[in-house]
């Protein structure tokens, strides 16, 4: 029986270990969940924005090629536990690399980039609260100066 729970326990512990490793298949696994709301904005719907006025024209959103979106509110327990072990267990490599984790209370933020070479791919905004989960995953190729513009926006909140 301790066997069986043993090894119970370290698939679980894989499987967490793996979501906080892939980020895009936390998402998509999370914008399964009910009551999840996710919204993909692609570059067409992020260039009427710009031509409407109603986003600011800074290098970033001009580098941007899409933003994805997922919130959950008032989440399940287990839903919240499974998100937390991506704060607790996310490791740099692969490509990824922690720009901010602040953990504040319950509330929890975690910005992480993806590079392919020396270009930022991908940057992913986790954030926690009690009883909320949001992640922003924004794509394009971003310098240096978009991710410390999105770093200094976070903090300021």
Do not use: W
Not at 62 to 79: R, T
Not at 127 to 152: C, N, P, R, T, Y
């Amino acid at each position: 029986m301790k066997k069986i729970m043993f090894s119970f326990v370290l698939a679980m512990a894989a499987i967490q270990f793996s979501y906080a490793q892939d980020l895009n298949s936390l998402i998509n696994e999370l914008a399964k969940t009910e009551g999840a709301q996710h919204q993909v904005i692609d570059r067409s719907m992020l260039n009427m924005a710009n031509d409407q006025g109603e986003t600011d024209k800074s290098a970033l959103m001009q580098n941007l090629d899409s933003i994805v979106v997922l919130a959950i509110e008032g989440c399940k327990p287990e839903i919240k536990d499974k998100f937390l072990a991506v704060f607790e267990n996310f490791k740099d490599g692969n490509g990824y690399e922690t720009l901010l984790n602040v953990k504040d209370g319950q509330d929890k933020v975690l910005i992480v980039s993806h590079k392919e070479g020396d270009v930022s791919t991908d940057v992913y905004i986790l954030a926690l609260d009690e009883k909320d989960i949001a992640i922003v995953k924004m794509s394009g190729k971003l310098s240096d100066s978009d991710l410390a513009d999105i770093i200094d926006k976070q903090k300021n909140k």
